[in-house]
């Protein structure tokens, strides 16, 4: 599997209705954003959208994606030596998308949910997250997703979760 080809399952997918009960489960603060990553394929850094390499006729959300990591995120940090067989995931807020007000601070940036690595087949638990982020440089110029929860989500901790966003004042869009 490479990065070229890989393409996320959703939960329902991966699971199957399976009980999701895992010390390697990681629950996250759902972003009212695009859902966007990074891959280095033919020797450069390419965005991408759920549908494949962002070009020059996507909507407009994935413009300012385009501009944030060829104006922002390359010059800036150490992104091109992200290895071929890790692909870096998240969502980019867009005043444009979405029905979340996040706020000019929450706008207009790349939260990262993780990397997730092709030759594995896996993806890495957080503490892996950190020392990439931290080896790419890329804590001074993207955001991480809220971790809510690990190990296990019982029922009666939906309510909890689901009641303040740590990103604006209300609710948060869900949990992923």
């Known amino acids: 599997m490479n990065s070229a080809t890989f393409k996320f399952p959703s939960i ?41 390499p962002i070009g020059g006729n996507n909507k407009f959300y994935f413009d300012d994606y385009r501009r944030f990591v060829y104006g922002t995120l390359i010059p800036q940090t150490q992104i091109t030596d992200l290895p071929e067989e890790l692909i870096l995931f998240g969502e980019f807020t867009h005043s444009g998308f979405g029905h979340i007000d996040y706020g000019k601070e929450n706008t207009n940036q790349f939260f990262v949910l993780g990397f997730f690595n092709c030759t594995e087949e896996r993806f890495l638990v957080p503490e892996e997250v950190d ?17 809510l929860s690990q190990s296990e989500i019982k029922k ?15 609710p948060p869009e869900g949990f992923v």
């Open 12 to 52: 329902q997918e991966e699971y199957r209705g399976r009980k999701i009960v895992n010390p390697h489960l990681f629950v996250y603060e759902k972003i009212d954003g695009s859902n966007v990553s990074l891959r280095h394929y033919g020797g450069r850094i390419v965005p991408w959208s759920r549908g494949g």
């Open 131 to 147: 020392e990439w982020s931290e080896l790419l440089d890329l804590n001074t110029v993207v955001r991480r997703t809220p971790l």
């Open 156 to 170: 009666q901790d939906i309510p909890h979760l689901l009641r303040e966003s740590n990103l604006y004042t209300g």
